[in-house]
């Protein structure tokens, strides 16, 4: 591990770790294996402008900043790559739960969401120089508003109080690891599709007012999911196009 590897900024609170993550990068102060975390936050991000929130001091807080090794072509991959390391870590962490990642990088642990993982990508001209992955990762809490009725916490999972330091330091290493490893996108892929959630089970799904029924197929290396319909066609859905919607 090299000394930008270990390099650690604790936060007691800020907008958002991505967002002071992306401005270091944008500063030119950002290296490989930099990591921010904070106690809490009060601008988290999850996908497509939605809000993150956390309960302060119970949840994994984290960013780090890695220099990716795939073409600008295969975001979707990294990020498939990385959802899938967090995943097994949390599998091997839980034993005997089930820990599932919901296209494209949702951590589901049974059937409920855990935690969510957002990458910012730093382009310079055709050049990928950064990626900036977010994970916000629900640890402590002991319950939830009645608002999120599909949201849980790892100590709902297990009932036990988990170090978030460690689970901090394994996501760490395993991504650290992970952007060392020379790259396979169908071995990526693969993995990924093993533990994607609801696959070959019927999903509902919805666009503006409509509603409808498809069961997952898998999740192709664009980041489109395959999904077949009740009328037996085949359909690829886009993320931000069609919305998952909890039963």
């Not at 730093?122 to 992955?133: P, Q």
């Not at 297990?158 to 650290?176: F, K, M, P, Q």
């Not at 396979?184 to 693969?190: K, T, Y």
Request: proline share 3%.
């Amino acid at each position: 591990m090299t000394n930008s590897d270990r390099i650690l900024i604790k936060l007691d609170t800020t907008d958002s770790t991505n967002n002071y993550a992306m401005q270091l990068v944008n500063d030119d102060k950002a290296h490989h294996g930099l990591t921010i975390t904070a106690r809490s936050q009060y601008g988290g991000k999850g996908q497509r402008g939605r809000k993150w929130a956390d309960t302060p001091n119970k949840s994994l807080l984290m960013s780090i900043v890695l220099t990716p090794r795939l073409p600008i072509s295969a975001q979707f991959v990294f990020s498939a790559s990385v959802a899938t390391a967090v995943a097994n870590i949390l599998q091997n962490l839980l034993r005997d739960k089930t820990v599932r990642v919901k296209w494209p990088n949702d951590i589901i642990v049974n059937d409920k969401k855990a935690g969510g993982i957002l990458i910012e990508n730093a382009l310079r001209g055709n050049m990928w120089t950064h990626s900036i992955v977010g994970l916000g990762l629900n640890v402590l809490q002991s319950q939830f508003p009645q608002e999120l009725p599909y949201a849980t916490s790892l100590k709902i999972a297990t009932g036990e109080d988990l170090d978030i330091d460690d689970i901090r330091d394994e996501v760490r290493s395993a991504l650290l690891a992970l952007s060392g490893r020379p790259v396979s996108i169908p071995a990526i892929m693969e993995a990924y599709n093993a533990i994607l959630y609801k696959r070959g089970e019927q999903q509902l799904f919805g666009k503006g007012e409509e509603t409808w029924q498809a069961t997952v197929i898998q999740a192709h290396d664009d980041g489109t999911l395959e999904v077949r319909t009740e009328d037996n066609r085949v359909a690829f859905y886009t993320h931000g196009d069609v919305r998952w919607i909890y039963e």
